[in-house]
């Protein structure tokens, strides 16, 4: 009879413990592995060392999601062509697939210099690899949701048209239905300047207000980006908000892209109170979101040594109840 409490009562524990880490995980987030010019360590459109370094490391965080924020290959002139560099880049990638690991992916604009880019992603992208087919008409595979955890994660593609945009009329439907706790965005071209860049979503300025505004009044905390190969942070706070209500902008274009340094034009900001919290270059790296119930911790690692990743960079926050 002893024992038999005994076991009850460890029996008990573990289904707490079980229930207290069931809405405990993590997700990856990186981008622009693509490759550059005349670098040994390129091949066939994507810098293939440092994304199979990426890669090994993602398997041994043991993500649930990875996301890759677009850049995944050098931008190729032939539909041929640009089937080819992908099916490197699946290659390379193939050990996190095989892992069990979700890996969501959205396009860069070097993912748009053939002809048909559209049929080419789709097909590259489907079967095991494919996109969720969630997203509006004409770009399905292309913009999605994932539902996980808790956590509404959408990805957006900014390439329907030559003016950088995303599809902001099925964003507010998709917002306007959320049940989930936590909101993560990712798409390719960031919406402040994080350095480099000037070709982003301050580009059109009302479309990029409408789009930080929605995901700000849906709870949102985070927004991801790539097309910057450095590590950004920064946060934005609309005139007369209180700090609840800003928006933390995370650059993370370091996955392989050849590394480029930043300048100090702060670009089109309007008349958002700008924070800078943090600015890394020259390292390859990826950023680990951990969430905790209603606590996120975001976690940037740097590439310090071939193979080695270390925290750089951390920033937490929680949820409050809407």
Do not use: C
Request: aromatic letters at 10%; a negative charge; hydrophobic letters at 40%.
């Amino acid at each position: 009879m002893r024992l038999f409490r005994l076991l009850a009562i460890a029996g008990l524990f573990l289904t707490v413990a079980a229930w207290a880490s069931a809405d405990s995980w993590k997700f990856i987030v990186t981008g622009d592995d693509r490759s550059g010019k005349g670098r040994p360590e390129d091949h066939n459109g994507v810098n293939t060392v440092i994304l199979a370094e990426i890669a090994k490391a993602m398997i041994a965080e043991k993500p649930k999601l990875v996301l890759m924020s677009g850049d995944l290959i050098n931008g190729p002139k032939s539909d041929a062509e640009m089937e080819s560099q992908l099916a490197t880049w699946l290659e390379v990638m193939k050990p996190v697939y095989d892992a069990g690991i979700k890996v969501y992916n959205i396009r860069g604009n070097h993912e748009m210099h053939v002809p048909h880019p559209e049929d080419v992603w789709t097909k590259m992208f489907s079967g095991p690899y494919a996109m969720p087919s969630n997203g509006p008409q004409g770009e399905v595979g292309m913009s999605f949701t994932v539902s996980y955890g808790g956590a509404l994660i959408v990805g957006l593609d900014e390439f329907q048209s030559k003016d950088i945009h995303i599809n902001q009329a099925w964003l507010d439907g998709v917002l306007k239905n959320k049940t989930e706790k936590h909101l993560f965005v990712f798409s390719h071209k960031m919406a402040f300047r994080s350095g480099n860049h000037d070709d982003g979503l301050e580009t059109n300025p009302p479309a990029r207000d409408a789009l930080i505004k929605s995901l700000i009044a849906a709870g949102g905390r985070t927004a991801f980006f790539g097309h910057d190969h450095l590590y950004d942070h920064k946060a934005f706070t609309a005139p007369g908000d209180p700090a609840s209500r800003t928006l933390h902008q995370f650059v993370i274009g370091t996955a392989g892209a050849p590394l480029v340094h930043g300048n100090d034009d702060p670009g089109n900001n309007g008349d958002w109170k700008v924070q800078k919290i943090s600015h890394i270059e020259d390292k390859y790296g990826y950023a680990v979101v951990e969430i905790d119930g209603s606590k996120v911790t975001i976690t940037f690692k740097a590439r310090t040594a071939p193979g080695v990743f270390e925290p750089a960079d951390s920033f937490s926050y929680t949820v409050q109840a809407r």
